[in-house]
């Protein structure tokens, strides 16, 4: 994304500043030590922004990239890493198939949907056993307790609620304490 910035914004300025030169490099310096579009998006507005409000001095393109950084370094708290990622997808599949399984009312696809819980389970799992930074261990420990209680009550109830027909009953559940069990895990999977 940041080379296509670059070559959009040499090929449609003939003049090009200092300030277009500054930009580009803090463009391509976020995108290569975050490897995520949010940063670079952020720091493209906040030039762009910066440099469409008529003129910038020195003064305002330093107090730009002091902001700039300020905001990169906040957001590595607000947003999800790489072990949240990794959970987060996880968690989104199981929650996906099992939704899909309360739905599903033939055998075959009802398979299909367990198999998909058991996949998207296991990365969730994985995920948890491979993280090994200790500034995110408490929130991590957190969550394996909360998923815990999720899986066990999605594998002792919900699930064999749906397979017997009870899909009010499974509903119940899953639209009450797996709510908010879900809601208590995305957000401890903030800043992970």
């Given amino acids: 994304m940041s080379t296509c910035l670059t070559q ?13 030169i500054v930009n580009i490099i803090i463009i391509n310096i976020l995108y290569m030590v975050t490897n995520s579009q949010k940063e670079v998006v952020h720091a493209h507005c906040l030039f762009g922004f910066l440099h469409d409000s008529g003129g910038i001095s020195m003064k305002k393109m330093l107090m730009g990239a002091t902001l700039g950084l300020a905001l990169f370094v906040s957001q590595g708290s607000a947003f999800a890493g790489p072990t949240g990622d990794a959970i987060k997808a ?13 739905a599903a009312s033939d055998p075959a696809t009802q398979a299909q949907k367990q198999e998909g819980i058991k996949m998207a389970t296991a990365k ?3 995920a948890i056993a491979s993280s090994s930074d200790p500034a995110i261990a408490e929130k991590v420990a957190e969550f394996k307790k909360i998923w815990t209680d999720f899986t ?10 749906v397979l017997a027909g009870k899909k009010e009953e499974a509903k119940k559940l899953a639209e009450g304490v797996q709510a908010e069990r879900l809601k208590k895990m995305k957000e401890l999977l903030q800043g992970m």
């Fill in 8 to 20: 959009d914004c040499l090929i449609k300025q003939k003049n090009i500043k200092i300030f277009d």
């Fill in 90 to 102: 996880g968690l989104g599949e199981a929650r996906e198939n099992l939704m899909g399984l309360i």
């Fill in 124 to 126: 969730v799992n994985e």
């Fill in 152 to 161: 066990t009550t999605r594998d002792t109830e919900i699930i064999p609620d």
